[in-house]
């Protein structure tokens, strides 16, 4: 049974560009969220995804947008690539119905100069 | 105010010892109460959930919610080199499943043989 997977595992990238991260959810999960961890700093809440719809977001600007798919997978976008921008982005995937925690990925390390 | 406080640490404790790890959290609605553990590199793995006040045990693992103290605890018995993460609490007013999670800053454990 196939945890969450996200690509690609590393990144970099220089300011202003901009990035596509994926996240392909847990097998039989709907339910996909973004996290933005710094480093020695616990994971940030980015936003969430539902059927295919932002059903919940943090305390980040609008350059960083999302999409979910039929299939419930996700891509984490940002733009105008930042110095601060720089950090492990976290993919979590859970199943709506019920009351199971989410599960999270191995992360893509982004690295901006 | 961060609205959770975890000592970053670093614990250094010898093996076979008893670990306490510590959350405390300022606000109230907070109802689901989770423990995750992260190694080097990888993504945060879920080793505990709580809902309310009171004790979840799970072989060498005990978590403690008091919620009229706005503090939870994580115990490790008989801890081994193979525990040496970083540990970090996530807390959520709905559940964790769909509440977006607020993670401490994580602790850095380490068990020495």
């Known amino acids: 049974d196939a945890g969450v997977t996200q690509s690609p595992t590393h990144l970099i990238k220089t300011r202003g560009q901009q990035v596509t991260l994926r996240c392909s959810p847990k097998?039989?999960?709907?339910?996909v969220s973004w996290y933005q961890q710094a480093l020695g700093q616990g994971p940030q809440f980015i936003f969430q995804y539902y059927e295919e719809e932002e059903r919940q977001r943090g305390n980040f600007p609008d350059r960083f947008s999302g999409h979910q798919f039929p299939n419930y997978s996700s891509e984490l976008n940002v733009n105008a690539l930042l110095l601060g921008d720089s950090a492990l982005y976290l993919c979590?995937?859970?199943?709506?119905?019920?009351?199971?925690?989410?599960?999270f990925g191995d992360g893509t390390r982004l690295s901006i100069l | 105010q961060k609205e959770v406080e975890q000592d970053p640490g670093p614990l250094s404790v010898p093996e076979g010892a008893i670990v306490s790890l510590n959350c405390t959290y300022s606000n109230s609605a907070f109802q689901y109460f989770m423990w995750y553990r992260q190694y080097s590199r990888k993504g945060p793995e879920l080793l505990m959930y709580?809902?309310?006040?009171g004790n979840k045990e799970d072989g060498r693992f005990t978590a403690q919610v008091d919620k009229s103290s706005k503090y939870i605890s994580l115990f490790i018995r008989d801890s081994q080199p193979s525990d040496s993460a970083t540990y970090l609490c996530?807390?959520?007013?709905?559940?964790?499943?769909?509440?977006?999670?607020?993670f401490g800053q994580g602790t850095t454990l380490q068990v020495k043989p």
């Open positions: 097998s039989g999960h709907d339910t």
């Open positions: 709580t809902y309310s006040s």
């Open positions: 979590a995937s859970s199943l709506r119905q019920g009351n199971q925690p989410q599960h």
């Open positions: 996530a807390m959520s007013a709905m559940g964790g499943n769909t509440g977006k999670l607020i």
